[in-house]
């Protein structure tokens, strides 16, 4: 473990951190404990929407609209990017962190449960980031498929759990053994999905990255 920490802190020492208002949004997030994408996912991200060239973009999982923003920097001028938060007060942030950088018209909140609003969206999306309520990635799969394009990608943060994954139902706190044995089960799914080829990476608390193969 302690190799794996010197080894991230050496990869992270080639990383440049956000200037500016983003730069401040980032560390604000981390110092009042909002989740925010870790640098390593952060670099990987990046480099898949400079490939791709998304046209639009679906996240679920705003918290504060970092990673909204950032996506907005390395994406199309013509890309859109609809975002879906739960949590009210962290809404209001976003946007107002959305409408201090002039990207209201590229990036649309909505507040809501993923659950609930990703039935009612429609056409497609070419690049999905799924970065909210582990416990519910399993939940909403059968929507995301719906909704990813052919040829799109589907990346899926947090999949590791802090290394909580490694370990049997058993050896996992009672209170987190639901979440564990749904993260386990999403995992299974992408990997058995003959719609997806799927890759898991331990880049920052792990990922997974699926690419839409057929309809």
């Given at each position: 473990?302690?190799?794996?920490?010197?080894?991230?802190?050496?990869?992270?020492?080639?990383y440049?951190?956000?200037?500016?208002?983003?730069?401040?949004i980032?560390e604000?997030?981390?110092?009042?404990h909002?989740?925010?994408?870790?640098k390593?996912?952060?670099?990987?991200?990046?480099?898949l929407l400079?490939m791709?060239?998304?046209?639009?973009?679906?996240?679920?999982?705003?918290?504060?609209?970092?990673?909204?923003?950032?996506?907005?920097?390395y994406?199309?001028?013509?890309?859109?990017?609809?975002?879906i938060?739960?949590d009210?007060?962290?809404?209001?942030?976003?946007?107002?962190?959305?409408?201090?950088?002039?990207?209201?018209?590229?990036?649309?909140?909505?507040?809501?449960?993923?659950?609930?609003?990703?039935?009612?969206?429609?056409?497609?999306?070419?690049?999905?980031?799924?970065?909210?309520a582990?416990g519910?990635?399993?939940?909403y799969?059968?929507?995301?498929?719906?909704?990813?394009?052919?040829?799109?990608?589907?990346?899926?943060?947090?999949?590791?759990?802090?290394?909580?994954?490694?370990?049997?139902?058993?050896?996992v706190t009672?209170?987190?053994?639901?979440i564990?044995?749904?993260?386990?089960?999403y995992?299974?799914a992408?990997?058995?999905?003959?719609?997806l080829?799927?890759?898991?990476?331990?880049?920052?608390?792990?990922?997974?990255?699926?690419?839409?193969t057929?309809m």
């Amino acid at each position: 473990m302690q190799d794996l920490e010197r080894i991230t802190s050496f990869i992270n020492s080639f990383y440049s951190d956000d200037g500016g208002t983003l730069g401040e949004i980032y560390e604000n997030a981390k110092a009042a404990h909002v989740p925010v994408i870790r640098k390593e996912t952060r670099e990987l991200l990046k480099l898949l929407l400079l490939m791709k060239r998304p046209a639009n973009i679906l996240e679920i999982g705003t918290a504060v609209g970092y990673s909204a923003l950032y996506m907005s920097k390395y994406a199309s001028c013509h890309t859109h990017i609809t975002t879906i938060e739960m949590d009210g007060e962290r809404v209001k942030e976003a946007e107002k962190n959305i409408q201090n950088l002039g990207m209201s018209g590229m990036i649309t909140v909505i507040q809501g449960d993923a659950l609930k609003i990703l039935p009612e969206l429609t056409g497609t999306y070419d690049f999905i980031f799924m970065d909210a309520a582990k416990g519910q990635y399993i939940n909403y799969l059968e929507e995301v498929m719906r909704l990813l394009a052919p040829g799109g990608i589907l990346l899926s943060d947090n999949i590791l759990q802090e290394g909580e994954i490694l370990e049997s139902h058993f050896l996992v706190t009672k209170r987190d053994r639901t979440i564990h044995d749904r993260m386990r089960a999403y995992l299974t799914a992408l990997k058995n999905d003959s719609r997806l080829e799927t890759a898991i990476l331990s880049v920052g608390d792990g990922i997974a990255l699926s690419v839409r193969t057929n309809m």
